[in-house]
C-alpha cells in the first residue's frame, strides 16, 4: 500500500479550486474516438473516507479488457486534502487515485471512474479532471443521475437515452442489464461517448455496475479498513 503525500500548492478554497477546474478544463481532448472496446486494459478507481479519522483510501484495479480477469492492483492511502464540497469532489481524491495509479506495475490503458466527467455542473467531473491531469483516456459511469434529466431507456440491455443539461447531451442514461436501472456515462478525457458507452456495456455482463468499479470499490474499502485498523 502506497502513501498519498498532500499535494504542495493545493486549492485552499473554493474559488481556487474553481480556477483550476477552468484552467484544466481548457485542456481537455474531446475529439477522439479512445481505445476500441474489449480490447487492451481497463482500469477502475475508486476511494472509500473515513471523514472522522481524516483517511481516504483509494484503488485502482487493471482488468484484461478482453476477459476481465485481474492483471494488476494497487492501491493508496492518504489524509483528506480538501473538504467536502459539491463539484468539487475531485480535489477530495485526486491525489490518492494518482498514488494508486502510479503504484502499478503496467500502464492502466482506460481508466474508467465510478463518477462524472462532462456530467457535471462545471463539466469537469473526476473523469475529467484525473483524465486531463494523467494525459489518459478515460470515462465516468455513475450510478445516479446529478442534477441532470433524461427519459427512461427501453427496457433490453444496451438501451440509452440522453442524459441532459437543458439542451445539452452530457452524457447516456445506460441499461446494462434489463430492466434494471441504468448506470449514467459521461465522458472524460480522449474518449468518445459512443465508445464510452460500448466500453461500459463491455465491462457489465453479469451486473449493473462495471466489473472495473465492482472490484475497485471492494479493494478501496478494505484497503481502508487496514488503514484504520490500529488508530
Do not use: W
Amino acid at each position: 500500500m502506497t502513501t498519498a503525500p498532500i499535494p504542495a500548492g493545493r486549492p485552499a478554497t473554493e474559488a481556487e479550486a474553481h480556477a483550476v477546474q477552468d484552467a484544466l478544463r481548457a485542456r481537455l481532448v474531446l475529439d477522439e474516438p479512445g481505445p476500441p472496446p474489449g480490447a487492451g486494459r481497463v482500469t477502475g478507481v475508486d476511494v472509500a473516507y473515513d471523514d472522522e479519522r481524516d483517511v481516504v483510501a483509494a484503488a485502482a484495479v487493471v482488468l484484461d479488457a478482453a476477459t476481465l480477469d485481474v492483471v494488476a492492483e494497487a492501491t493508496a492511502v492518504g489524509r483528506i486534502s480538501f473538504p467536502y464540497v459539491p463539484g468539487l469532489l475531485a480535489f477530495r481524491e485526486i491525489p490518492t487515485v494518482l498514488a494508486a495509479l502510479d503504484a502499478l506495475p503496467c500502464p492502466p490503458g482506460l481508466v474508467v471512474c465510478d463518477g462524472y466527467g462532462l456530467a457535471h455542473p462545471r463539466r469537469f467531473g473526476l473523469a475529467s479532471h484525473l483524465g486531463v491531469l494523467t494525459g489518459l483516456p478515460t470515462i465516468g459511469v455513475a450510478k445516479n443521475p446529478f442534477a441532470f434529466t433524461y427519459d427512461e431507456p427501453g427496457v433490453p440491455r444496451g438501451s440509452a437515452s440522453p442524459l441532459l443539461a437543458g439542451p445539452d447531451e452530457v452524457g447516456r442514461a445506460l441499461r446494462t442489464r434489463e430492466g434494471v436501472k441504468p448506470v449514467f456515462v459521461s465522458v472524460g478525457h480522449r474518449v468518445s461517448l459512443d465508445n464510452a458507452c460500448a466500453h461500459t456495456l463491455a465491462l457489465t455482463p453479469r451486473y449493473r455496475l462495471p466489473e472495473s468499479t465492482r472490484r475497485a470499490d471492494a479493494l478501496c474499502r478494505r484497503a481502508l479498513r487496514e488503514a484504520t485498523a490500529s488508530r
